[in-house]
Nanobody
Framework: QVELVESGGGLVQAGGSLRLSCTASGSIYSINVMGWSRQAPGKERELVAAIHSDGMTNYADSVKGRFTISRDNAKKTAYLQMNSLKPEDTAVYYC??????????????????WGQGTQVTVSS
């Protein structure tokens, strides 16, 4: 069974920084893309940043220059370094692996996995 577990959320003042971590565990064969999305109250979930296994990254316009996504493939862990945080960054942040390949017996399956979410609150 595959699981994504996030950590690192919390309360921070505007202008501050937080670092989120997401570790995948279980019968994993490979992970191509790892990403972070967020959902604020009353709003739809939006993609914040994603990173491919070769290191290629993409970011939402709203976080470019402030957030940095990285990963450690050996640890099956993705990170989101968030600097210059703004109150509008307040949301639940979710880790996502949309094309994770896992073992079930001798068969490989590709599935979309999500973490449970971690709250980030930025006070003004």
């Amino acid at each position: 069974q595959v699981e994504l577990v996030e950590s690192g959320g919390g309360l921070v003042q505007a202008g501050g920084s937080l670092r989120l971590s997401c570790t995948a565990s279980g019968s994993i064969y490979s992970i191509n893309v790892m990403g972070w999305s967020r959902q604020a109250p009353g709003k739809e979930r939006e993609l914040v940043a994603a990173i491919h296994s070769d290191g290629m990254t993409n970011y939402a316009d709203s976080v470019k220059g402030r957030f940095t996504i990285s990963r450690d493939n050996a640890k099956k862990t993705a990170y989101l370094q968030m600097n210059s945080l703004k109150p509008e960054d307040t949301a639940v942040y979710y880790c996502n692996a949309p094309d994770l390949i896992s073992y079930r017996g001798s068969t490989l399956y590709t599935d979309d996995f999500w973490g449970q979410g971690t709250q980030v609150t930025v006070s003004s």
